[in-house]
């Protein structure tokens, strides 16, 4: 009953995660009342994005199509010998947003967890132990999401990491407070954690 | 330094309604690492979005770009003489997914709303008030939204009307409990609504 082409832009849009079929309307309305131009810019930008984007090969960071390692790897000014591993490649911008890391990253690909059929074999465990060793790396900084699943991956790689090498450093991101939030608003385990990583005035 | 075609995917997903920079990121990122059958989809069905639909020149409502005229308004078995008035193209599948309603149905656009600059001159007012005396209409059913646009645009369009055409019955939906809520969460307008519109039993 709805006009075909609508329809499929609707059916299309419902495809991305979490957007039902309301919102899949709502998306659809909004572009065809727009201007030709959204639709286009949507449209043609997505036909460039399998082809435009690669995983470097070192990192697992996304780059470029014609790029052959990440550029946050190449650059010489960057300490290779310090790896933050994160667990997706957006996970890096969010760290590089904040400007005050000057190490190299490398991407898992994911978290290991069972429900969700992901094992370790298909995490990027292996490339990681290589690059410890290439790369003579001195610290570890293990990034995964404060989640069951991160936490657990980030359990393996310590060991895997520590019986690899014992003295390599193996940190992790800084358990605590997120900054604006009001302590009675933040839950126990965040509490705890804050309490007993509390630092020295 | 993310790759452009990925960052190019994620600001032209950012003019979608609503949606906001991580939220883009994230359908891209999700695009990015399923098949490039979503993506082409998506791309291609938005290609034909503006082409493949048009206004039905009669009712408004949004039909396929090689139609002539809605057909719901088309068909014959649809009664001419009961028209209900919508604001907006998708108010009027979703009355037609109750299967309720045999009448036509009249898109005005909008409604009345001065601080966005929507005027009555801008709503297809004096279209429905043309088909009125074309259909020799019998009942016009006000089915603008419980807004204060909605209600302003109703009061409007019941005066024009009447105006018009004093023998024409007017009536709009009744407002009352929806289904599913709780008496005690009900706000006050709609509850005193549905007290003064008691059915007998």
Excluded at 7 to 33: C, H, N, Q, W
Excluded at 164 to 175: D, E, I, V
């Amino acid at each position: 009953m709805l006009p075909q082409a609508l329809s499929d832009v609707i059916d299309a849009l419902g495809m991305l995660p979490g957007v039902g079929p309301k919102t899949a309307e709502r998306y659809a309305y909004y572009l065809f009342k727009s201007s030709n131009k959204i639709s286009e810019s949507i449209a043609s930008s997505l036909s460039n994005l399998h082809s435009g984007v690669k995983s470097c090969p070192v990192t697992f960071a996304l780059i470029d199509a014609d790029m052959k390692v990440s550029p946050l790897y190449d650059d010489p000014r960057r300490d290779k010998s310090t790896i933050m591993v994160v667990e997706e490649p957006l996970d890096i911008y969010a760290i590089e947003q904040t400007k005050s890391y000057m190490g190299t990253y490398h991407v898992l690909g994911g978290a290991i967890s069972p429900i969700d059929g992901i094992t370790p074999e298909q995490l990027h465990i292996g490339e990681l132990i290589k690059r410890v060793n290439d790369d003579n790396a001195k610290e570890i900084i293990i990034a995964t999401n404060p989640s069951v699943e991160g936490e657990s991956t980030a359990l393996l790689l310590e060991k895997m990491l520590h019986e690899q090498n014992p003295n390599l450093k193996l940190t992790r991101l800084a358990r605590g407070l997120p900054l604006g939030v009001d302590l009675s608003y933040a839950d126990q385990i965040t509490l705890s954690a804050a309490l007993e990583n509390r630092t020295d005035l």
